[in-house]
């Protein structure tokens, strides 16, 4: 199968484009390289915005698997005009053209951010939600207007992810069990901001597994990856857990009391029984990616701004000039 990738250069798709390849596909991914690329040869890489579709992208493609975003709440609460753009317009205007250049695979990166705040309930895929904040509103509207384009033929999957974590070739320290595992080495301490908040969690290496599973299952409609979901005190303990076992200094939990937008559960049961997809990995296993990568050198300056996301859309100028 010959598959297209945008945003194939990122924390996800720097991992999965080389499993794409141990498994025999042939990839090409579009980038605009914001974050630099661990890509080999063997794909075939192309610079181009997703503001700026392409049709010659998929020329010979039988399946896209669409990254490309601006990937989590401070990109979109510093540019929610282009954060609007870039995982609303953008994504929708790639389906349209997609749909009628007759690429009937689809699968599409959403977020478990989607649904907002609720302390009371797990949400399955086909319960409504209410967001407040940008980056969920985009990623809403992107489902819901794909979702307009869906039938017989041609029915998109939509992968609502937990908050990912783990090592990734094109790593990011702005993600939950990252940030406290960094700082939990880096300080000896971890800092919650709210403990009763919660967040569904998924290891990045699950996630690559999810989207393969997509790939290969001739069905459409949303589907939570989640591996559980723990409240962010249940994290931070994890964390430290997880680092003392390893041979490292157990840090020390500072808990503040901060009020948040986002606190929520999903279930997991329609991917599983569904799409086939089960989590593998637990948080112990996440913090042990990070831990080896550091310890090894991989990872040689923990600090670096270019394991923020924020950091690098910052630097960018204008997204629509890249």
């Known amino acids: 199968m010959k598959v297209l990738v945008t945003g194939g250069c990122g924390y996800i798709g720097s991992l999965l484009v080389p499993k794409l390849l141990s498994l025999g596909h042939e990839v090409r991914v579009v980038d605009t390289l914001w974050f630099g690329s661990t890509l080999s040869k063997e794909c075939e890489l192309i610079v181009g915005n997703i503001c700026k579709f392409d049709d010659k992208w998929v020329s010979g493609v039988d399946a896209v698997i669409h990254l490309a975003a601006t990937s989590n709440d401070p990109m979109a609460e510093f540019d929610p005009f282009t954060n609007y753009v870039i995982n609303t317009a953008a994504t929708v205007a790639m389906t349209h053209r ?11 990166a959403s977020t478990c951010s989607i649904y907002g705040f609720a302390h009371d309930r797990i949400f399955t895929e086909g319960e409504p939600s209410n967001p407040t904040f940008p980056y969920g509103i985009s990623k809403l509207l992107s489902e819901r207007a794909v979702t307009c384009l869906s039938d017989y033929r041609f ?7 937990g908050t990912i974590g783990g090592y990734s070739p094109r790593m990011r320290f702005d993600l939950v069990v990252n940030t406290m595992t960094k700082f939990g080495l880096v300080k000896g301490k971890i800092t919650v901001n709210n403990p009763d908040l919660w967040r569904p969690i998924v290891d990045v290496r699950d996630v690559v597994d999810a989207y393969v599973c997509a790939l290969n299952k001739d069905i459409g409609g949303p589907f939570n990856i989640i591996e559980g979901n723990y409240s962010i005190l249940q994290i931070a303990t994890q964390v430290a857990d997880s680092l003392e076992k390893l041979g490292k200094n157990r840090p020390q939990i500072d808990v503040l009391n901060i009020d948040d937008l ?5 279930s997991g049961e329609r991917a599983e029984y569904v799409l086939g997809f089960k989590a593998k990995y637990k948080i112990f296993d996440t913090v042990k990616s990070i831990v080896e990568r550091i310890d090894s050198g ?3 300056n923990i600090n670096d701004k270019k394991y923020y996301n924020i950091d690098v859309f910052k630097s960018v100028g204008s997204v629509f000039d890249a």
Do not use: F, G, T
């Open 98 to 108: 997609l749909r009628e250049k007759n690429v009937n695979k689809l699968v599409i």
């Open 155 to 161: 029915n998109p999957v939509i992968l609502r992810k």
């Open 298 to 300: 991989e990872i040689a």
């Open 262 to 266: 986002r606190s929520y559960k999903a």
